[in-house]
């Protein structure tokens, strides 16, 4: 019966054309949705690391002409005093500009036995960042008082580096380098990965690096962690405040709750639309199949009547068709099946094996429902053709 149907498509090769390739574009369509689908979803299950919740950022614009670093540094620690003396402010923390959720990406590369390592993101911080932003130490300690530059330079990384570096082993203690300096960076903690990007991706690989008293001549984000009493009329004394304090800034004040809506909707909006303009691109194709099935059985009428006449039960029929489709439909993803596994095997957009393989299954099993629901309407009107009446109009 198998060599017969595919006997079959083969005469109607050129017929079939088009109905191989709907079924090609359409597997290639929804494995790139499901595959993006998967990919968001996991990132979403994973843990964000951090609590951005009641964190206030001001950026400013540093203007301060002192070319004493002891008068800067005496400056920005009476700032520092003067905003955590408030009872609104619990933590206070200077640190380079490419803080979570934030539009800045700070990057460097460092090397671990002889291997470099591209793309590493990089944060310049002080110590209370760990407070405002809730981080989670899973390994070692985080910077404190007694970590001084001695041979190596204290760093903390994130547990994707961690990984990427050493697997399983331990962290605390291995001396990195990277491409800022030829001191090397001494290990001395591990945190969890930060979901800096917003809760459908991953920050990537990341290394925080405490920053000297240097680094407030160039530094122009403050990160606050806020009380409950923090409402607005405090944000707009907060404004005029560091307005005063810091007369030729341009100040201005956002909230990190904000700034991970703004993350989120530009990482969601463009998946949306590409479901959006995948949902009509199947519904064409379900169309245009349900079409050329309908149109195969009128252009059949004879070869169906000449079937039953000799005893095929309208079952029988219909089957016949719902198999053609259905082999049709194998013949395209197995063409489909053979792209799509080079993603994996050629680990394109560094996703994990496993969201490919996944998506592939879920494509394949989406097509083969669609053939089937497109072709089982056609083939009950196949059955229902009556063999006298199909043989008289031809």
Same mark, same amino acid.
């Given at each position: 019966m198998f060599k017969h149907l595919l006997k079959l498509i083969w005469n109607q090769k050129k017929r079939n054309f088009l109905f191989l390739s709907e079924i090609l574009v359409s597997f290639i369509v929804l494995f790139a949705v499901f595959s993006f689908v998967l990919y968001y979803y996991q990132n &979403? =299950? $994973? *843990? /964000? #690391?951090f609590e951005f919740e009641k964190v206030w950022i001001v950026n400013y614009n540093n203007t301060q002409e002192t =070319? *004493? *670093?002891d008068s800067l540094t005496l400056y920005y620690e009476n700032l520092r005093a003067m905003l955590k003396s408030l009872p609104q402010i619990a933590e206070v923390s200077f640190s380079s500009n490419n803080i979570p959720f934030s539009e800045s990406f700070q990057s460097t590369n460092i090397k &671990?036995? #002889? +291997? +470099?390592? %591209? /793309?590493v993101n990089m944060y310049q911080i002080d110590t209370a960042y760990k407070k405002v932003w $809730?981080? =989670?130490v899973i390994e070692g300690h985080w910077y404190t008082k007694d970590d001084i530059n001695g041979k190596f330079i204290p760093t903390v990384i994130d547990s994707t580096l961690k990984v990427t570096l050493f697997g399983k082993g331990n962290a605390v203690g291995k001396v990195l380098n990277d491409g800022d300096n030829s001191q090397g960076r001494k290990i001395i903690g591990v945190v969890a990965d930060m979901k800096v990007e917003g809760d459908y991706r991953i920050a990537g690989k990341s290394l925080y690096s405490k920053s %000297?008293? *240097?680094? &407030? /001549?160039? $530094?122009g984000t403050i990160s606050l962690r806020v009380n409950d009493n923090a409402d607005a009329a405090f944000e707009s004394k907060l404004y005029k405040l560091l307005s005063n304090t810091m007369k030729k800034s341009n100040i201005a004040i956002s909230h990190s709750s904000e700034m991970r809506q703004t993350k989120n909707e530009k990482a969601i909006i463009p998946l949306i639309i590409f479901i959006i303009i995948a949902g009509f691109l199947i519904i064409n194709v379900a169309l245009g199949l349900f079409g050329v099935l309908w149109y195969s059985i009128n252009k059949r009428k004879g070869e169906i009547g000449l079937r039953r006449a000799i005893g095929a039960t309208g079952a029988g029929v219909s089957y016949q068709l719902i198999a053609e489709s259905l082999i049709m439909a194998s013949l395209a993803l197995i063409a489909g099946c053979f792209f799509a596994v080079q993603m994996p095997l050629l680990n394109v957009f560094d996703i994990a094996s496993g969201i490919y393989l996944v998506a592939i299954a879920l494509s394949v099993a989406f097509i083969y429902l669609l053939v089937f629901l497109c072709s089982l309407y056609p083939g009950r009107q196949a059955a229902a053709i009556l063999p006298a009446i199909a043989l008289h109009e031809e």
């Open positions: &979403y =299950k $994973q *843990s /964000r #690391g =070319k *004493s *670093s &671990y036995n #002889g +291997k +470099k390592y %591209d /793309r $809730q981080m =989670k %000297d008293t *240097s680094a &407030y /001549r160039w $530094q």
